[in-house]
Nanobody, 114 residues
Framework: QVQLVESGGGLVQPGGSLRLSCAAS????????IEWYRQVPGKERETAAT??????SYADSVKGRFTISRDYAKNTVYLQMNSLKPEDTAVYYC?????????WGQGTQVTVSS
């Protein structure tokens, strides 16, 4: 089982930036799909960004502001978030799926507020 650990969340003002990291305990080469989800209490979990089979896609709500990337040498996936808005406030989760199965991280809180 591959473990995922997110970091990089915090409090930021509207218009600011944060970079979330998702460090994997194993090689991310084994991941066929990597996703960043976000969830607000009382609402359904939303997919923010996905890498699957080499294709990258984003939710309309974050397109042009968020960028998902990966560093194979560090076995880490990133979510660069720019031009943050109060409605981006949520717990952000990293998810990965591969031949071994699938894994979730524990989540990291992002709060966008002045």
């Amino acid at each position: 089982q591959v473990q995922l650990v997110e970091s990089g969340g915090g409090l930021v003002q509207p218009g600011g930036s944060l970079r979330l990291s998702c460090a994997a305990s194993g090689s991310i080469w084994s991941f066929s799909t990597i996703e960043w989800y976000r969830q607000v209490p009382g609402k359904e979990r939303e997919t923010a960004a996905t890498i699957s089979g080499g294709t990258i896609s984003y939710a309309d709500s974050v397109k042009g502001r968020f960028t998902i990337s990966r560093d194979y040498a560090k076995n880490t996936v990133y979510l660069q978030m720019n031009s943050l808005k109060p409605e981006d406030t949520a717990v952000y989760y990293c998810y990965a799926r591969g031949s071994y199965g699938s894994s979730w991280g524990q989540g990291t809180q992002v709060t966008v507020s002045s």
